[in-house]
């Protein structure tokens, strides 16, 4: 299957560059994110998450950062690999207590070149 | 592999037709949602079902209707299909409900359906 959203914002990077992926997110109420990894003709597949009493949070190669003043969240990925090639988008949580109602951003291409 | 399992990967039919989306949840999710992924909307939250009883709507038309049943799978049913249903349609589940960094959602790899 292709890949959805041709006309996604693109970033690229080289091989062995540390990527910085930004989203704005939309509800100040939202209270968890998660970073998602889209390969072409697969499904989102999780990458990390974060929850709205913490800043930061790392895990392999990967950090997110939170900053709710403006509410902006950003994905490191340290040492970018070939295989990090996809689209990686954003989500937040919105919705009433008990629901759990993702809504993702439009996502950004990473592109890695050798 | 994320565990969720969505059948038929890919499926054409004609305008005004039905079809049936299937998907069968990670082992001991409770909670299943469906999104909608088109190339000029990209993912939308359609809806959500956690142990049988729907629990959030979204962005979902009323020729759509899904439903989770006592096995803990879960259909969408797309009906009267328009050229503009062309999607991806992806299953996820979760092992509950609520937001909770440990209620991690995992999505299947999707449904392609293409309306002609």
């Known amino acids: 299957g292709e890949s959805v959203g041709l006309h996604l914002p693109t970033l690229s990077v080289q091989e062995g560059d540390n990527s910085i992926i930004n989203c704005a997110y939309s509800?100040?109420?939202?209270?968890?994110f998660i970073w998602y990894k889209q390969e072409s003709g697969k499904g989102p597949q999780f990458i990390i998450d974060i929850r709205s009493n913490m800043d930061k949070r790392q895990g392999q190669r990967v950090t997110v950062l939170l900053n709710k003043t403006v509410k902006h969240l950003s994905l490191q990925i340290a040492a970018t690999q070939p295989g990090d090639s996809a689209v990686y988008f954003c989500a937040e949580n919105s919705g009433f207590s008990g629901y759990n109602k993702l809504i993702f951003g439009a996502g950004t291409r990473l592109a890695v070149h050798p | 592999d994320s565990g969720v399992t969505q059948t038929p990967k890919h499926l054409i039919t004609a305008t005004g037709q039905r079809v049936t989306l299937r998907c069968s949840p990670r082992s001991g999710d409770l909670s299943v949602y469906w999104y909608q992924q088109s190339l000029d909307q990209g993912l939308q939250f359609l809806i959500q079902y956690y142990n049988g009883e729907e629990r959030a709507k979204g962005n979902i038309l009323e020729r759509f209707s899904a439903q989770q049943f006592p096995d803990l799978h879960s259909e969408l049913n797309l009906s009267s299909l328009e050229l503009g249903d062309s999607a991806l349609y992806f299953c996820a589940s979760s092992p509950r409900t609520g937001p909770d960094s440990g209620n991690t959602i995992y999505f299947g790899e999707g449904s392609w359906l293409t309306v002609v």
């Open positions: 509800n100040s109420a939202s209270d968890y």
